[in-house]
Structures are given as C-alpha cells and as structure tokens.
C-alpha cells in the first residue's frame, strides 16, 4: 500500500469526472516543507507560524522570524503557501510573552490567536514586517486565526496594510502580491459571511476548533472524543452553508482541520462543495487515492440527499454509499 501511494505523487488527485481537487499540507516548521516534494501537495494551506514560538526559550526576534518564513517560500518553489499569524495565548501559552495573563478557566475560547494579536500589535507588527519582507517580490498569502467578527478581520489587515506602507515609504522591494484570508473556526463568523466574503480572497474552515466550539465539547477531553462525530448533520450543514455562500461570493474555500485528512469525511466535505484540503502528509496519499475513485457528480447528488434526509448515523450512510461505488 505504501507503495501505491509513492506511485501517486506525481498523479493530480482529479475524480473519475474529471474535477480537480487542490491538496495541499500542514505545516509548522522548516523541515515540515519536505513534505511537499515526498508527497506531491499542490502547497501549503496552512503554515502554523506559532510553533516557532512555541519550540523557543525566548520571544524569536523579527529577524529569524522573516528567515524562517524566507526559507519556506524559497523550499516551496512555485507552490503557494499560506501564513496563518501567530495562534498563541489560552492553552499554547507562552511565559516570555504574556506573563500578565491570568491562569484562564476556559482557554481555548479565551484571550487567544487575533484577540492577544490585535490587542499586543507590536507583536503582530513585528510578524507582519517579517512576514511582507521575506515575500518580496512574491505572492504573500497571510490568514488570520479565531476571526469572530467581520471587523476583527479589518484590523489585522489595517495593521498589516501599514506594515507594507512603511516598508514602501523606505523604498524597499514588496510582495507582489498580497493575498489576506480569515480562518473560519468561530461559529459566529458564519452569521457575518457577507460582510466578510467581499473583503477576503480565500477563507479556510478550521474544523479542530470549529468543531469544539460547535458542539462545546473540548477538543482535547478523551471523554468527549467519541461522542460528536465530523460526520454529523450539524457539522456537514455548517461546512454546506459556508461553502455554498462563498461559491457565490467567487471566494475559495478550503479545509485546513484534522477532518479533511481522513477520507470518508474528506469524500463528504468535496460532495458538499470544498474542492481544496489542507490536510497532514501522511494522509497525502490516502486522500488523493480516494479522490481518484470519486464520481463527483454522483457523490454530490448524494450529500444533498442526505443533508435533507439526515440520519442518526451519517457515517454509516456514507460509509455504505461509498463501498456500493468502489471508493
Ligand atoms: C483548526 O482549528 O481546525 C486548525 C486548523 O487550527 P489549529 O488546529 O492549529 O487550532
Ligand atoms: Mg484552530
């Protein structure tokens, strides 16, 4: 088996119908960007800025933050590569950097990711200068996480817009292009997509976090690990009403959570509309053999059907359709 997917890294993950499925990895860190060439992705969807900061003793200067960012879109090559900024604060907890915040009851919705970024700005200042310096010249793809509200997605741009001001008032090189994105992983944010959808140019669902918040269940308590499932009505319905509304905002959207890496749930999301997946290396393949034994249309007539007659067991239903088409 392990073979067999080697031998699809140089195959496009396209359905039996001919529609185009954009895989793409996660990563974190320098040594992440192998992960490109070994399984074939198309980019990186989602490039988890803090880990830099979580793996060192001190605060990473501007500097090594814009040489690291430098090094991935130079081992990146011609493939895109999306920036989330830093997802710190709550439960990734830094003593160098918010020693003034209090012990939190409930971490993971607490004073986390853009809320500590636009509050501490010269820390998202700092990631902004490094992040618009190292894509001189390129595309800069930059993606904000835990936007609650439209307006917490126009402050981070602001910042990030004078940030490239400056940078052109020194008369020093600028990306090329700037690409800005919110992550979709607060439920709220769903109920302000037309506010948000004409101001953003892609938009990625985070459905680690979307999930916990979706059915207040800690993503991280092993007692509530088996009780909601990916494959529920609740979360199919969300990733539908998200994904219909941006298609005809002409925004692209995509699944960067633990979800789209495995292949029944990845097979749903596509069914329902999610043609790009960022998802973990090692799924790579599995994902992108399932992907070639889809019929698109088919599986697509399928999830409206079911999302209008939903059952107790959604993952048996797809489960079954799936095995009846040879998936
Ligand atoms: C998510 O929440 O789904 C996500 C991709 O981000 P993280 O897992 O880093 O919170
Ligand atoms: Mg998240």
Redesign the pocket.
């Known amino acids: 088996r392990k073979a067999a997917y080697a031998a699809l890294r140089d195959l496009a993950p396209e359905t039996r119908d001919g529609h185009r499925v954009t895989v793409m990895v996660?990563a974190g860190l320098r040594d992440d960007v192998a992960a490109l060439d070994v399984t074939g992705a198309d980019g990186i969807g989602?490039f988890?800025t803090?880990f830099q900061f979580l793996v060192s003793a001190t605060l990473p200067q501007r500097e090594r933050q814009q040489r690291l960012y430098r090094e991935v879109l130079d081992a990146a090559g011609d493939r895109p590569v999306v920036f989330?900024t830093v997802?710190i604060g709550g439960d990734k907890a830094l003593p160098y950097l918010v020693a003034d915040s209090a012990e939190e009851e409930n971490p993971a919705m607490g004073w986390r990711?853009l809320r500590l970024a636009l509050e501490r700005d010269g820390l998202m200042k700092a990631q902004a200068r490094a992040l618009l310096e190292a894509a001189a010249g390129r595309t800069l793809n930059v993606m904000f996480?835990?936007v609650s509200e439209a307006w917490e997605f126009d402050e981070a741009k602001a910042l990030f817009e004078a940030q490239r001001d400056w940078i052109a008032s020194r008369g020093r090189r600028l990306p090329v292009e700037i690409r800005y994105g919110a992550?979709l992983?607060v439920p709220s944010l769903a109920y302000q997509l037309d506010l948000l959808l004409p101001k953003v140019q892609f938009l990625?669902?985070?459905?680690?976090?979307?999930?916990?918040f979706l059915f207040a269940a800690d993503?991280a308590n092993p007692k509530l690990a088996e009780r909601y499932d990916w494959l529920s009505t609740s979360i199919l319905r969300f990733v539908r009403l998200v994904s219909d509304q941006a298609r005809a905002a002409g925004v692209p959207v995509a699944?960067?959570?633990?979800?789209g890496g495995r292949p029944l749930e990845a097979m749903a999301l596509i069914g329902l509309g999610i043609d790009r997946l960022?998802i973990t290396p090692a799924a790579v393949g599995p994902i992108k053999a399932m992907i070639r034994s889809l019929d698109h249309g088919a599986l697509q007539a399928r999830m409206v059907d079911l999302l209008d007659h939903p059952t107790r067991d959604m993952r048996a239903v797809l489960a079954d359709w799936a095995a009846s088409q040879g998936v």
């Open positions: 996660n989602l988890r803090e989330r997802d990711a996480p835990m992550m992983e990625s669902i985070g459905t680690n976090d979307l999930t916990q993503r699944v960067c959570g633990e979800m960022s």
